[in-house]
């Protein structure tokens, strides 16, 4: 079930508005679904709307409404467009941001972009991007596959969250940048985000996880649970299409991870000991939550990490177990009844 959160309105996303109102029946008539619906807001906005970084238009516009009236913003207030129009229809929708390369407004810098995803009966959680076609810049409505703006580059993430409102950094760039020459010096960053695992990402991985078996064994690492922790083992996880990972990171430093088996069994959550009690573990559960639609999940829980587990949501349902020289604590999403 979606998070009612993904249908709210707010002083940004103000589908109450009369213009927004009419517009977004107007792109509903004649649809019999809501990919239907979906599609036409998203080519709506799309190919009416000026992406205001590549038509350099001297406007700044923030609220959905605005974007509507001036029928000009950059990607983040084109993602506010498309979700107050979506959201009237009463399809859920969320904003999605990505870390990339900003070249061509200014070299050697990174920046945000926005986007936004929407859930979609047939398909679950689909993103779109309607920053606006361009050479080189083709996105497209195709569920179930996704066609973005942009293929990702080396050092440029996707934000693995979806957000059901516009994030406060992207909220005050628009706010006190208002001419294009403000803005193009002013991109929004995010210093800290959760990102989907890359294999690049295995030695850092295996070195985290290494430094934390001191709170699963009392004794010298096993050799069967070093080899586990071993790089090209994870390599080998993070290319396999039964789990996935997904990483926090701080100034493109990982602090911690989470790793999912056959989207049911929470296989690894590791964050490094110098950043816990600082709510990462939860940043990434909720990031998993979204992304997988989790209705079901197990984990064998280190018994240091029962309460963390807790925290998160899961409960006890069988006794303590041990595996070779591994304590652990079976547990379950609290959702279900242990069995």
Same mark, same amino acid.
Request: aromatic share 12%; proline share 2%; glycine share 4%.
């Given at each position: 079930?979606?998070?009612?959160?993904?249908?709210?309105?707010?002083?940004?996303?103000? !589908?109450?508005?009369?213009?927004?109102?009419?517009?977004?029946?107007?792109?509903?008539?004649?649809?019999?679904?809501?990919?239907?619906?979906?599609?036409?807001?998203?080519?709506?906005?799309?190919?009416?709307?000026?992406?205001?970084?590549?038509?350099?238009?001297?406007?700044?516009?923030?609220?959905?409404?605005?974007?509507?009236?001036?029928?000009?913003?950059?990607?983040?207030?084109?993602?506010?467009?498309?979700?107050?129009?979506?959201?009237?229809?009463?399809?859920?929708?969320? !904003?999605?941001?990505?870390?990339?390369?900003?070249?061509?407004?200014?070299?050697?810098?990174?920046?945000?972009?926005?986007?936004?995803?929407?859930?979609?009966?047939?398909?679950?959680?689909?993103?779109?991007?309607?920053?606006?076609?361009?050479?080189?810049?083709?996105?497209?409505?195709?569920?179930?596959?996704?066609?973005?703006? $942009?293929?990702?580059?080396?050092?440029?993430?996707?934000?693995?969250?979806?957000?059901?409102?516009?994030?406060?950094?992207?909220?005050?760039?628009?706010?006190?940048?208002?001419?294009?020459?403000?803005?193009?010096?002013?991109?929004?960053?995010?210093?800290?985000?959760?990102?989907?695992?890359?294999?690049?990402?295995?030695?850092?991985?295996?070195?985290?996880?290494?430094?934390?078996?001191? !709170?699963? $064994?009392?004794?010298?690492?096993?050799?069967?649970?070093?080899?586990?922790?071993?790089?090209?083992?994870?390599?080998?996880?993070?290319?396999?299409?039964?789990?996935?990972?997904?990483?926090?990171?701080?100034?493109?430093?990982?602090?911690? !991870?989470?790793?999912?088996?056959?989207?049911?069994?929470?296989?690894?959550?590791?964050?490094?000991?110098?950043?816990?009690?600082?709510?990462?573990?939860?940043?990434?559960?909720?990031?998993?939550?979204?992304?997988?639609?989790?209705?079901?999940?197990?984990?064998?829980?280190?018994?240091?990490?029962?309460?963390?587990?807790?925290?998160?949501? $899961?409960?006890?349902?069988?006794?303590?177990?041990?595996?070779?020289?591994?304590? $652990?604590?079976?547990?379950?999403?609290?959702?279900?009844?242990?069995?």
């Amino acid at each position: 079930m979606v998070d009612k959160s993904y249908l709210e309105e707010s002083e940004i996303i103000n !589908f109450s508005d009369s213009s927004l109102q009419s517009q977004a029946k107007n792109l509903s008539q004649n649809c019999n679904s809501d990919k239907e619906i979906a599609k036409n807001c998203f080519e709506y906005v799309l190919n009416e709307i000026h992406h205001s970084g590549d038509y350099k238009d001297e406007i700044t516009t923030l609220k959905a409404s605005d974007v509507l009236k001036y029928k000009t913003g950059w990607c983040y207030a084109k993602s506010h467009l498309l979700a107050a129009l979506l959201r009237a229809n009463k399809i859920p929708t969320g !904003f999605c941001y990505q870390r990339l390369s900003c070249g061509e407004y200014k070299d050697n810098i990174y920046c945000l972009h926005g986007l936004n995803a929407v859930y979609l009966k047939d398909f679950g959680w689909y993103k779109i991007d309607a920053r606006g076609n361009k050479k080189g810049v083709e996105a497209a409505f195709t569920p179930p596959f996704e066609k973005l703006a $942009f293929e990702l580059k080396e050092d440029e993430f996707d934000l693995a969250t979806i957000y059901s409102k516009p994030l406060e950094t992207v909220v005050e760039t628009l706010q006190k940048n208002r001419s294009y020459e403000q803005m193009v010096n002013k991109l929004p960053l995010l210093d800290e985000f959760v990102r989907k695992a890359k294999v690049s990402d295995s030695e850092k991985l295996s070195l985290l996880t290494k430094s934390l078996t001191p !709170f699963l $064994f009392e004794e010298k690492l096993p050799k069967w649970f070093e080899n586990e922790l071993s790089v090209k083992s994870f390599e080998q996880r993070i290319l396999s299409n039964e789990y996935q990972h997904f990483v926090y990171t701080k100034d493109n430093i990982i602090l911690g !991870f989470i790793a999912i088996k056959n989207k049911n069994h929470l296989y690894h959550l590791f964050v490094d000991k110098k950043y816990h009690k600082l709510g990462i573990a939860n940043k990434l559960w909720q990031s998993v939550k979204t992304n997988l639609e989790v209705s079901d999940m197990i984990v064998n829980a280190s018994l240091y990490a029962i309460k963390v587990y807790e925290a998160l949501g $899961f409960e006890i349902c069988e006794e303590e177990k041990q595996y070779l020289q591994l304590k $652990f604590q079976p547990m379950k999403y609290k959702s279900h009844i242990c069995k």
